[in-house]
C-alpha cells in the first residue's frame, strides 16, 4: 500500500537500520531493535527533511524515511475513514446484503450514497454492492450479483476473517469463476475482511470503458 520502507530508527539515543510499516493500526519498526507503536497512542506525527517524528508518551521516535516522511505523518494524524477505504462517494447508488454490521447503513447515508434496497428489482447499475459472505455456499449468488452493478461497479465481498467456511482463495476463484478480477482487499472490521471485485476492462461494453479508477490495481489496506 506503499507504507513500507527501509530506514534508520533513532529511539532513546540508540540508532538501528531496519523496516518500518504503517499498518492498520500500528506503526511498526522491525531491524536492531522491534517496535510497534499503535496508531492510537500517538500524539503527534510531523515531517521535516525526510524525517518522521513521532511521539507517544513522553517519547519519541525518529524514523527516517526520505521523501514519503510528509505522506506517513498525514496519514497517521488523518486515518482514512472506513468509506474511504471502500471508496464510497457521494451520490453514488449503493446496496448493502446481509451485512454483519447494522450501522453501516447509517454510515452510507451519512456519506450522501443512495442506499438502494438489497433484491430491489430496479434495474442494473449499482456503483457498489457490498455483499456478506459467511460460507462458500454464499459465493454461488455471485454470477447473478455481477448483473447488478454498472460495468465499472465494484462487488465487495466481506467475509470473516480467519474462517475455514470460507478463504480467501475460494472467494478469489468464485470471483474468477462468475467473471470478475479481484483488485483490492481491507479490513471491514475487527471481526471481517472485504475484497473488491471488478469486471475487467476488456469485458465491459466499448462505450464505457474508461481509465481505471484508483484502487484497480490490487492492494492492501
Same mark, same amino acid.
Given at each position: ?6 530506514? *534508520? ?41 525526510g ?18 516522511? =510528509?505522506?506517513?505523518? =498525514? ?8 468509506l ?6 457521494p ?20 456519506? !450522501?450514497?443512495?442506499?438502494?434496497p438489497? !433484491?430491489?428489482?430496479?434495474? =442494473?447499475g ?26 465499472d ?12 467456511a ?12 462468475? !467473471? ?6 481491507v479490513?471491514?472490521?475487527? *471481526? ?14 466499448r ?15
Amino acid at each position: 500500500m506503499g507504507y513500507e520502507a527501509d530506514c *534508520t530508527l533513532r529511539l532513546d539515543g540508540t540508532s538501528s537500520k531496519g523496516v518500518a510499516r504503517l499498518e492498520h493500526r500500528d506503526l511498526v519498526f522491525r531491524g536492531g531493535v522491534k517496535l510497534a507503536i499503535p496508531l492510537s497512542d500517538i500524539k503527534t506525527a510531523t515531517a521535516q527533511d525526510g524525517a518522521l517524528r513521532v511521539r507517544f508518551g513522553n517519547r519519541q521516535a525518529v524514523l527516517e524515511i526520505g521523501a514519503g516522511a =510528509a505522506k506517513w505523518a =498525514a496519514r497517521i494524524m488523518n486515518p482514512p475513514t472506513r468509506l474511504d477505504k471502500l471508496g464510497v462517494k457521494p451520490g453514488m447508488r449503493v446496496a448493502a446484503a446481509r451485512l454483519p454490521d447494522p450501522s453501516f447503513r447509517v454510515e452510507l447515508e451519512r456519506r !450522501g450514497a443512495v442506499v438502494v434496497p438489497a !433484491g430491489s428489482r430496479e434495474p =442494473a447499475g449499482l456503483d457498489l454492492l457490498f455483499y456478506s459472505a459467511e460460507d462458500r455456499e454464499s459465493l454461488e449468488q455471485l454470477p447473478a450479483l455481477r448483473k447488478t452493478i454498472r460495468p465499472d461497479g465494484a462487488i465487495w465481498i466481506v467475509r470473516p476473517k480467519g474462517s475455514k467456511a470460507i478463504t480467501e482463495a475460494e472467494t478469489m476463484a468464485a470471483g474468477k469463476r462468475a !467473471g470478475l478480477v479481484d483488485v483490492k482487499v481491507v479490513s471491514f472490521s475487527e *471481526t471481517h475482511t472485504a475484497e473488491k471485485f471488478v469486471i475487467p476492462v476488456a469485458d465491459r461494453p466499448r462505450t464505457t470503458r474508461r481509465t481505471p479508477r484508483v484502487g484497480d490495481n490490487k492492494s492492501r489496506g
